[in-house]
């Protein structure tokens, strides 16, 4: 797949900006934002960009009336090396879980260690949303536990669940390169457990799950929050990310119409995560 590699400029003096803009163009199709000393950078499929979307979003981004951008082509085959050169650095969380890709050298030890060739998927922990996800999972007993990974990108959290043991699990992302990059992580990290399925909440059926990740955006979570509660028996817990901390409010009032109730939530630069449980 081709894409278009874009570097959008604003005001680096408020560095959430990078956040919000990035939120923005995942509603009309950019993926794999990357925030450095020049602005943010953040990559489209060739045959999903629409230069019309684009130009009104920025024209109506409150945040920012001076953001500005230039694209270039990027050939779908060069991008595994653009990656890795440049973006995928390796990810630590304290003693407790490395995420590093098979070129990193001199990795430090830690209690999880997770392979992960990120190729055009997102989710390699690096964002605020996997990064809080990550934190969420590591500190939940999911031992023997069924898990599902709704829009698992490339599947780091299915596969860590899976090394701390929790079993079975479903990892479903509608993307197809982010079904086919999660197989070829789950296969690097030799986990047995996981199902990977292509598809949204339609796919899911009659089978419960004790703990269920969704790691999306917030009009899909409040669009498919029903199918996840139909997906949960009393105790089953959800923990959701992809959004705001202003966001909260309406994601809650969706999650009471489902006998969901909030047991607490943590932020990261204005991202949050929520954790529910099924009453």
């Known amino acids: 797949m081709d894409y278009f590699e874009f570097l959008f400029k604003y005001n680096l003096e408020n560095d959430y900006i ?5 939120a923005e163009l995942g509603e009309i199709g950019f993926e794999s934002f990357v925030a450095g000393n020049e602005g943010l950078t953040a990559y489209i499929p060739s045959n999903l960009y629409d230069e019309k979307r684009l130009n009104d979003l920025i024209a109506n981004f409150e945040y920012d009336k ?3 951008y230039t694209k270039k082509f ?3 085959q060069n991008w595994n090396e653009e990656w890795e050169k440049h973006y995928f650095q390796p990810i630590i969380l304290g003693d407790d879980c490395v995420i590093h890709s098979t070129f990193h050298k001199d990795i430090p030890q830690a209690k999880y ?12 922990g690096h964002h605020e949303t996997t990064s809080l996800m990550l934190r969420a999972l590591l500190n939940t007993e999911v031992k023997g536990k069924s898990l599902l990974d709704m829009g698992c990108g490339t599947a780091v959290l299915a ?23 999660s197989l070829e992580n789950i296969a690097l990290n030799n986990e ?20 269920i990740l969704a790691n999306i955006n917030r009009n899909i979570l409040l669009h498919d929050m029903q199918r996840y509660a139909e997906c949960m028996h009393s105790g ?25 109730q909030l047991l607490g939530h943590e932020e990261k630069n204005l991202w949050v995560a929520v954790h529910y449980r099924k009453i």
Do not use: C, Q
């Open 236 to 260: 089953s817990e959800l923990y959701m990310s992809g959004f705001y901390e202003r966001d909260i409010p309406v994601i809650d009032e969706e999650a009471k119409k489902h006998g969901l």
């Open 192 to 211: 047995k457990e996981i199902r990977v399925e292509m598809g949204g909440a339609e796919l899911l059926g009659a089978e419960k799950f004790d703990i």
């Open 159 to 181: 596969i860590l669940a899976a090394k701390k043991g929790a079993s079975p699990i479903l990892a479903i992302d509608i993307d197809e390169w982010a079904y086919k990059n």
């Open 74 to 76: 990027v050939e779908g």
């Open 66 to 68: 001076e953001v500005s």
């Open 113 to 124: 260690d997770i392979l992960i060739d990120p190729k055009m998927s997102f989710g390699t």
């Open 18 to 22: 990078a956040d919000l803009l990035s």
